[in-house]
């Protein structure tokens, strides 16, 4: 098994909300709850004063702090200090295993709780108010375990007790222990969960998953199995608001999931398992408002509809409908097709101008927030929102067929038809896409990336349009650098390395433009431009939220799902 770099790629399993990573600010290890969302995020930088840290872990040789050495695999942790050794792993998604021998380790609670009580010996529970929830530390019998307490003093409530409380464990001799997370106080009975057979387990359930490996090109294979295991690791199981098996972001700062994230994380599972993949494809759709909108964003504690984002619902499905088949995907089909129906004529009916054009009222709702084609303002007829309702009213019309739907099949069709013939008036100008305000009929200067995404329609696009847009992604041209894809023109004036949308290669937007190209007919150029892209993922492995296009260094949130799932997609294709 490969080693992971734990200042980029926490520890932590499938099925878990805990996660073991680096502190951003004050250094050390600290165990860290997923619930309730992404913590808030400047210019890329975890604020961790918002972010729910649950404890410190400290190692003590000889009753001296010591700065240990990290060794992590995917399923297993190990900080050594000489002799001085702490092997955990995960007992299960809610209990952390620890065993040590020559040191002793403290848990230092980094908030603040209500009560601590002792249950027994070895046997402790502390209230969080933070999280909230109850954290239980058991100890093996005949080990010391101390815990200690101070009175500290909270805004009003003057003199009231809470605990700082630090839980020391061991002496030196080998000792075992383990730390459950749960959301109310439970009973907890039995032997203390042994770390190195937990780590065996995971080892176990993480293998069943590599086998499912899809194959790739010998140079990507290392980094396909980085990937494929990120995949495994960001998985949660349903809880609360997420009604169904869902792939976070990340376990890092991003991690929740959005509606558009879930449709590429849909298409990159699909290569080893077809009901995860329908998973993420409907985990938001069960959150469809009456009206048909599709939240921004859902964890298992909220969700947010004050933006949305674009509809690749069709696109997606389209695509899991060639690789799995149709035949095996009918049921599927029965639930989502009424959904992907409504979200469609919630386009049309609540973000439509005159002559079928459908806009975006901010960044955020495109996907590409700050993208350089919303600087004259909104409401902005995307080129890109237009290009994928066609494809997914043609997806509408697929399904309709399949299943029997016969009376809505032309109407489908129709709408498709008219909106590509939309599109090609109302968003082309000088031969190229553009992206007009829907009031004034402007268009910001035509260097942003989205204003290519319309490719993503193939050869339905006149030949004329489909040249400029391969000669705007030639090779190491105004757009593709020796990495791939940048979203803003690498000579436009408003090029920023690290500007989000304005500049940086970004995973999704390189699949829509290698999977159209294909589609178009130009498959050298894309196959030219996924290999620069799986080069530049596989440069170290950790598949950031984004790329610097012309360094090529990875970019804000490290461990990113949607880089993974469709470096692993593109990988797969040039094998």
Same mark, same amino acid.
């Given at each position: 098994? =490969?080693?992971?770099d734990?200042?980029?790629?926490? !520890?932590?399993?499938?099925?878990s909300?805990?996660?073991?990573?680096?502190?951003?600010?004050?250094?050390?290890?600290?165990?860290?709850?997923?619930?309730?969302? =992404? +913590?808030?995020v400047?210019?890329?930088?975890q604020?961790?004063?918002?972010?729910?840290?649950? !404890?410190?872990?400290?190692?003590?040789?000889n009753?001296?702090?010591?700065?240990?050495?990290?060794?992590l695999?995917?399923?297993?942790?190990?900080?050594?200090?000489?002799?001085?050794?702490?092997?955990?792993?995960?007992?299960?998604?809610?209990?952390?295993?620890?065993?040590? /021998?020559?040191?002793?380790?403290?848990?230092?609670?980094?908030?603040?709780?209500g009560w601590?009580?002792? @249950?027994?010996?070895?046997?402790?529970?502390?209230?969080?108010?933070?999280? +909230?929830?109850?954290?239980?530390?058991? %100890?093996?019998?005949g080990?010391?375990?101390?815990?200690?307490?101070?009175?500290?003093?909270?805004?009003?409530?003057?003199?009231?007790?809470?605990?700082?409380?630090?839980?020391?464990?061991?002496?030196?001799?080998?000792?075992?222990?383990?730390?459950?997370?749960?959301?109310?106080?439970?009973?907890?009975?039995?032997? $203390?969960?042994?770390?190195?057979?937990?780590?065996?387990?995971g080892?176990?359930?993480?293998?069943?998953?590599?086998?499912r490996?899809?194959?790739?090109?010998?140079?990507?294979?290392?980094?396909?199995?980085?990937?494929?295991?990120?995949?495994w690791?960001?998985?949660?199981?349903?809880?609360?608001?997420?009604?169904?098996?869902?792939?976070?972001?990340?376990?890092?700062?991003?991690?929740? %999931?959005?509606?558009?994230?879930?449709? *590429?994380?849909?298409?990159?599972?699909?290569?080893?398992?077809?009901?995860?993949?329908?998973?993420?494809?409907?985990?938001?759709?069960?959150?469809?408002?009456?009206?048909?909108?599709?939240?921004?964003?859902?964890?298992?504690?909220?969700r947010?509809?004050?933006?949305?984002?674009?509809? %690749?619902y069709?696109?997606?499905?389209?695509?899991?409908?060639?690789?799995?088949?149709?035949?095996?995907?009918?049921?599927?089909?029965?639930?989502?097709?009424?959904?992907?129906?409504?979200?469609?004529?919630?386009?049309?009916?609540?973000?439509?101008?005159?002559?079928?054009?459908?806009?975006?009222?901010?960044?955020?709702?495109?996907?590409?927030?700050?993208?350089?084609?919303?600087?004259?303002? !909104?409401?902005t007829?995307?080129?890109?929102?237009?290009?994928?309702?066609?494809?997914?009213? /043609? *997806?509408?019309?697929?399904?309709?067929?399949?299943?029997?739907?016969?009376?809505?099949?032309?109407?489908?069709?129709?709408?498709?038809?008219?909106?590509?013939?939309?599109?090609?008036?109302?968003?082309?100008?000088?031969?190229?896409?553009?992206?007009?305000?829907?009031?004034?009929?402007?268009?910001?200067?035509?260097?942003s990336?989205?204003?290519?995404?319309? %490719?993503?329609?193939?050869?339905?696009?006149?030949?004329?349009?489909?040249?400029?847009?391969?000669?705007?992604?030639?090779?190491?041209?105004? !757009?593709v650098?020796?990495?791939?894809?940048a979203?803003?023109? $690498?000579?436009?004036?408003?090029?920023?390395?690290?500007?989000?949308?304005?500049?940086?290669?970004?995973?999704?937007?390189?699949?829509?433009?290698?999977d159209?190209?294909?589609?178009?007919? @130009?498959?050298?150029?894309?196959?030219?431009?996924?290999? /620069? *892209?799986? /080069?530049?993922?596989?440069?170290?492995?950790?598949?950031?939220?984004?790329?610097?296009?012309?360094?090529?260094?990875?970019?804000?949130?490290?461990?990113?799902?949607?880089?993974?799932?469709? *470096?692993?997609?593109?990988?797969?294709?040039?094998?």
């Amino acid at each position: 098994m =490969f080693s992971l770099d734990i200042a980029r790629i926490p !520890f932590s399993v499938r099925d878990s909300w805990l996660r073991i990573s680096r502190l951003g600010k004050e250094g050390g290890l600290a165990i860290h709850s997923l619930h309730g969302g =992404f +913590p808030q995020v400047a210019m890329g930088q975890q604020v961790d004063e918002v972010s729910p840290n649950l !404890f410190r872990i400290v190692l003590l040789v000889n009753g001296t702090v010591v700065e240990p050495e990290i060794d992590l695999q995917p399923h297993r942790l190990i900080l050594r200090s000489g002799a001085a050794e702490v092997l955990i792993a995960f007992a299960d998604g809610s209990t952390i295993a620890f065993s040590g /021998r020559g040191c002793a380790m403290r848990l230092e609670a980094m908030q603040s709780s209500g009560w601590v009580q002792a @249950r027994g010996a070895g046997d402790l529970l502390i209230n969080l108010l933070r999280m +909230p929830g109850c954290a239980h530390l058991r %100890v093996e019998s005949g080990i010391p375990a101390r815990l200690e307490e101070q009175r500290i003093v909270e805004g009003h409530q003057v003199g009231q007790t809470r605990a700082q409380a630090a839980f020391a464990v061991g002496d030196g001799r080998p000792w075992r222990a383990a730390l459950r997370i749960s959301e109310a106080p439970t009973g907890w009975d039995g032997a $203390v969960p042994e770390a190195a057979a937990s780590a065996e387990r995971g080892l176990s359930e993480l293998e069943v998953w590599m086998r499912r490996l899809p194959r790739v090109p010998a140079e990507f294979y290392d980094a396909a199995c980085r990937a494929w295991h990120l995949m495994w690791m960001l998985q949660v199981p349903a809880t609360g608001l997420l009604h169904r098996r869902s792939a976070l972001m990340s376990k890092l700062w991003m991690n929740q %999931v959005w509606s558009w994230d879930n449709c *590429f994380m849909a298409i990159g599972y699909s290569h080893g398992d077809s009901e995860l993949a329908w998973d993420q494809v409907q985990v938001m759709l069960d959150h469809q408002t009456a009206e048909g909108q599709l939240p921004d964003t859902v964890n298992d504690r909220e969700r947010q509809y004050s933006f949305t984002k674009p509809p %690749v619902y069709g696109w997606a499905c389209g695509i899991l409908l060639d690789r799995l088949g149709e035949d095996a995907c009918l049921d599927r089909l029965r639930q989502v097709h009424e959904p992907i129906a409504r979200l469609t004529g919630w386009w049309y009916r609540h973000r439509n101008a005159s002559d079928l054009s459908p806009y975006y009222l901010h960044g955020n709702d495109s996907g590409w927030d700050n993208a350089t084609a919303y600087d004259q303002g !909104f409401p902005t007829c995307g080129a890109d929102l237009a290009a994928l309702l066609v494809l997914q009213a /043609r *997806f509408l019309a697929r399904s309709a067929r399949l299943l029997g739907r016969t009376d809505e099949v032309g109407r489908w069709t129709d709408l498709a038809g008219r909106q590509l013939a939309a599109l090609l008036r109302c968003n082309v100008r000088d031969g190229a896409f553009c992206s007009p305000h829907a009031v004034s009929g402007a268009a910001a200067p035509n260097a942003s990336l989205v204003n290519r995404i319309p %490719v993503i329609l193939g050869a339905e696009l006149p030949e004329a349009i489909l040249s400029r847009i391969a000669d705007d992604l030639r090779p190491d041209g105004r !757009f593709v650098t020796s990495w791939g894809p940048a979203t803003e023109a $690498v000579d436009s004036p408003h090029y920023l390395a690290d500007g989000y949308w304005r500049g940086p290669i970004w995973g999704p937007s390189t699949y829509l433009l290698v999977d159209g190209l294909r589609r178009a007919g @130009r498959r050298e150029l894309g196959d030219e431009i996924a290999r /620069r *892209f799986c /080069r530049l993922c596989a440069g170290d492995g950790v598949f950031w939220e984004n790329y610097d296009a012309l360094s090529g260094a990875g970019l804000r949130c490290p461990g990113y799902s949607w880089t993974a799932a469709t *470096f692993l997609d593109l990988a797969t294709s040039l094998s």
